[in-house]
């Protein structure tokens, strides 16, 4: 069975920074590229991050670029992502999603494995 356990999130000012953490378990992490999506309050689900299988390559969405930054232990079956000079428009649930593919594709979707979430809020 498919399990993802995010945490990390919490209340930060502008400015702040994060860092969320996906545990894995379930399927051969180091096989599959990995994402995070987001979803802001009364908004459908944001792109933000992925990651090739192998670490060897990153995207993100523009509206973090240069903010976030994407990372993977294989050893630890694990997906970070280092969220630095957050801003409101950041406030959001956060999800890891398993891709289908090694190498990240954009527009193939993710497989359909959710865990909770974790809440990202940032507010003054």
């Known amino acids: 069975e498919v399990q993802l356990v995010e945490s990390g999130g919490g209340l930060v000012q502008p400015g702040g920074s994060l860092r969320l953490s996906c545990v894995a378990s379930?399927?051969?992490?180091?096989?599959?590229?990995m994402t995070w999506v987001r979803r802001a309050p009364g908004k459908g689900l944001e792109f933000v991050s992925a990651i090739n299988s192998g670490a060897s390559n990153t995207y993100y969405a523009d509206s973090v670029k240069g903010r976030f930054t994407i990372s993977r232990d294989n050893t630890k079956n694990t997906l970070y992502l280092q969220l630095d000079s957050l801003k409101t428009d950041d406030t959001a649930m956060y999800y890891c999603?398993?891709?289908?593919?090694?190498?990240?594709?954009?527009?193939?979707?993710?497989?359909?494995?959710w865990g909770q979430g974790t809440q990202v809020t940032v507010s003054s």
């Open positions: 379930g399927f051969t992490f180091s096989y599959y590229a």
């Open positions: 999603r398993k891709h289908p593919y090694m190498n990240w594709v954009r527009g193939v979707p993710d497989n359909n494995y």
